[in-house]
């Protein structure tokens, strides 16, 4: 079956790192995402990682795969004011294009 | 390109009344998808398309929520009647599924900036 996790709320201090957390249950995934949403607007895709990786880099973030324990993770590095948004973690799987999203985890940065 | 267009961006409306939230997806994407968001379930996916066919509507709450899509650059998604329950924010997203899998495909949806339903 398809279940996504995330904690619901994770509150850091600017220029500290912020590591949002999300668990998964379909072995089958092939891509997993994260998502980005701002305040009265729609998701927008952040960074994403195919199943056969561990780990992606892009600028300030880090993505961290580990497939035994259906886990993924996204590290914001330096985080800003401009990061404090709601992130999403979703998971495709199957032919078509059925893509599960998490609860999201609202991020607050304190100035 | 001017991104996923939904209409209108807020409805109010009283209960019973029939509620129709308009989708025009991005020119060249052949999915369209129908998500719901609250603060209570979170974003929940109603329904699929896929070259204007619907491929999984297990997501659509009840008989009262209907979507189509008669072309390719348009998608409604009716209730009748609308219920207080029914109030959150509905986005509209597109896609497109490429032939082949790789690097070149990672099925990203663009999102609408959404509507907000209030239903009294």
């Known amino acids: 079956g398809e279940d996504v996790e995330q904690s619901l709320f994770l509150s850091v201090r600017e220029g500290d790192s912020s590591v949002i957390n999300c668990t998964y249950t379909?072995?089958?995934?092939?891509?997993l995402y994260w998502y980005k949403q701002e305040p009265g607007a729609g998701l927008q895709l952040l960074t994403y990682?195919?199943?056969?990786?561990d780990m992606k880099q892009d600028q300030r973030l880090t993505v961290l795969l580990n497939k035994k324990d259906k886990h993924l993770s996204l590290r914001i590095a330096d985080t800003q004011t401009g990061d404090s948004a709601i992130y999403f973690c979703?998971?495709?799987?199957?032919?078509?294009?059925?893509?599960?999203f998490g609860t999201g985890t609202k991020l607050q940065v304190i100035p | 390109d001017a991104g996923v267009i939904q209409s209108p961006r807020h409805e109010v409306t009283e209960m019973g009344q029939e509620v129709t939230l308009r989708c025009k997806p991005i020119?060249?994407?052949?999915?369209l998808f129908w998500y719901r968001q609250t603060m209570m379930r979170g974003l929940e996916l109603l329904i699929y398309?896929?070259?204007?066919?619907?491929?999984?509507d297990s997501g659509m709450p009840e008989d009262r929520f209907s979507a189509k899509m008669p072309n390719a650059s348009f998608s409604t998604l009716k209730i009748q009647p609308s219920e207080p329950r029914d109030s959150a924010v509905y986005f509209c997203?597109?896609?497109?599924?490429?032939?082949?899998?790789?690097?070149?495909?990672?099925?990203?949806?663009?999102f609408g900036p959404g509507t907000r339903l209030t239903v009294t």
């Open positions: 997203a597109s896609s497109l599924l490429g032939t082949g899998a790789g690097l070149a495909n990672i099925y990203e949806q663009y």
């Open positions: 379909d072995s089958s995934s092939t891509y």
């Open positions: 990682i195919f199943s056969n990786m």
């Open positions: 979703a998971e495709r799987t199957g032919g078509y294009q059925k893509v599960t």
């Open positions: 020119s060249g994407h052949n999915s």
């Open positions: 398309f896929n070259n204007n066919v619907p491929i999984d």
